[in-house]
């Protein structure tokens, strides 16, 4: 097989060789080349030790000189060159205590996490793949490298990436595998909040976040997403749905476009179901409140896993207002706009088409209507550019100032009642209007 490496991968490639070094494009950029996609970086692993590397280049930063990388810098752009190593204990389920440099390249794989993230590659000796990658990726399975209890051992989040990469690639996981991230799911307590969120990230918006099962079936958001386990193994015994919680979360994750914050919303829209449930006496289950219960336990399990505070508020505004009522007027729609915010509303459309489509057939044509109302009536809207917020308002509290107002909170009040008047009544939103509404209102305060 023949693989086409960038030139600067080449150059740094051949000035090793050249010095008689070995030196080889290592792990995921081989595997996505072979799959045909156009990797994000190129990892380079060499019998080199970091000194003989720096040697060699011009401009080189010590990135992880510890355990034997050393980053080339070509026109600001660095190629991370890590020397074969053999890793000793692992004492924090990610680092290894210390490790031994090693001039053969099969015991620098064997340490590697996947088979298919096991393969080198070199245009003098082309694809080395000892330990059966291309099978592998032939057969769409993700195996470990060796001893999956071994591997696991040594770094637990590779568990999560076990299942991240099948979400990724559209692979199962091999039934070895399998068994030992049952077996030892519990290590992931031992890793961070943000290793684990990347890992989650890649998963939700990878092409088939649905995998998530997958994580729960081997006992994984037991331990990072337990809340997740819980709708799981809730029922909705209820015409508008024909999955239990968590499967109607799957299948919504599916509906929506691979953006972080859409899948983050659909994957927490639904959280507070469980803690909300109840069952009338004809047997048919309900969750009323459950996006308020959600809208909190949606903050405490963004805060716990370190998401960005800006990832935080837009993920529990979806879970505050996916199925918020509103009302299928002009005037219901602007109301809705203003109080859920002219950046966030438009989501909303996505959002519940997602939500209608994990649910069950019951209504759904006349759901789907609705929807289409809704956006129909947003979009007149925005053609007509009618006012949605105070900044759009005719006036502002300068003006409301030169009228006579003291500066303080009655001129926010009053903007606020000039702004609900114009949610109601767009054609009042003028300066004159406004301006005379106003001052009609100061002199009755008098």
């Known amino acids: 097989m023949q693989i086409q490496l960038p030139d600067k991968v080449s150059e740094i490639i051949d000035r090793l ?21 156009e990797p994000n970086d190129w990892d380079i692993t060499t019998s080199a030790k970091p000194e003989e590397v720096k040697q060699l280049f011009p401009r080189t930063i010590d990135t992880g000189i510890k355990h034997g990388t050393v980053t080339i810098m070509f026109d600001r752009e660095g190629f991370e060159v890590t020397t ?45 793949d000892i330990f059966g990658g291309m099978k592998d990726i032939q057969q769409n399975v993700v195996r470990c490298v060796g001893n999956a209890q071994e591997r ?14 099948s979400a990724q690639l559209g692979y199962q ?13 519990t290590n992931l307590k ?28 081997t006992g994984i958001t037991k331990q990072i997403l337990p809340e997740f386990d819980l709708c799981m193994e809730t029922a909705q015994n209820n015409p508008h749905h024909c999955y239990s919680v968590g499967e109607h979360i799957l299948h919504s994750m599916q509906e929506i476009e691979a953006d972080k914050v859409l899948r983050l919303g659909m994957l927490f829209h639904d959280i507070g179901k469980p803690q909300t449930l109840t069952i009338d006496e004809a047997g048919v289950t309900h969750n009323k409140g459950h996006a308020d219960v959600g809208e909190k336990m949606t903050r405490d399990i963004l805060q716990r896993l370190k998401f960005d505070n800006d990832t935080q508020d ?23 706009v203003s109080r859920m915010g002219e950046d966030f509303f438009p989501l909303l459309f996505a959002v519940r088409r997602a939500d ?59 903007l606020q009642e000039l702004l ?27």
């Open 152 to 165: 696991f051992a040594e770094d637990a989040l590779r568990m999560l990436r076990a299942v991240r990469f």
């Open 356 to 414: 209608i489509q994990a649910q069950s057939d019951y209504l759904r044509e006349e759901k789907m209507q609705k929807l289409a109302q809704m956006k129909e009536l947003y979009d007149g809207i925005c053609r007509r550019k009618e006012c949605l917020s105070l900044k759009s308002l005719a006036v502002t509290g300068s003006d409301l100032i030169a009228l006579g107002m003291s500066p303080g909170r009655e001129i926010g009040e009053l």
């Open 17 to 37: 060789g050249a010095a008689g070094y070995e030196a080889y494009a290592v792990g995921g950029c081989i595997r996505d080349s072979v799959l045909g996609r």
């Open 190 to 217: 031992l890793i961070s909040a943000e290793r684990i969120q990347s890992e989650l990230v890649k998963l939700v918006t990878s092409p088939y976040p649905d995998y998530l099962r997958m994580a729960y079936e």
């Open 84 to 128: 074969y190593r053999i890793d000793g204990d692992y004492e924090d389920g990610r680092h290894p205590k210390e490790v031994t440099f090693t001039a053969c390249l099969e015991e620098d794989l064997k340490r590697r996490d996947f088979t298919i993230n096991a393969m080198a590659y070199n245009e003098q000796s082309g694809l080395v």
């Open 314 to 336: 837009k993920v529990i505004k979806i879970v505050r207002y996916h199925d918020q009522e509103i009302g299928l007027t002009e005037s219901g729609v602007r109301r809705a």
């Open 420 to 446: 609900d008047l114009v949610l109601d009544n767009p054609e009042c939103n003028t300066r004159e209007e406004l301006l005379r509404i106003s001052e009609e209102k100061i002199r009755s305060d008098k």
């Open 173 to 185: 996981i091999e039934e070895g595998t399998k068994a030992a991230i049952r077996k030892m799911a």
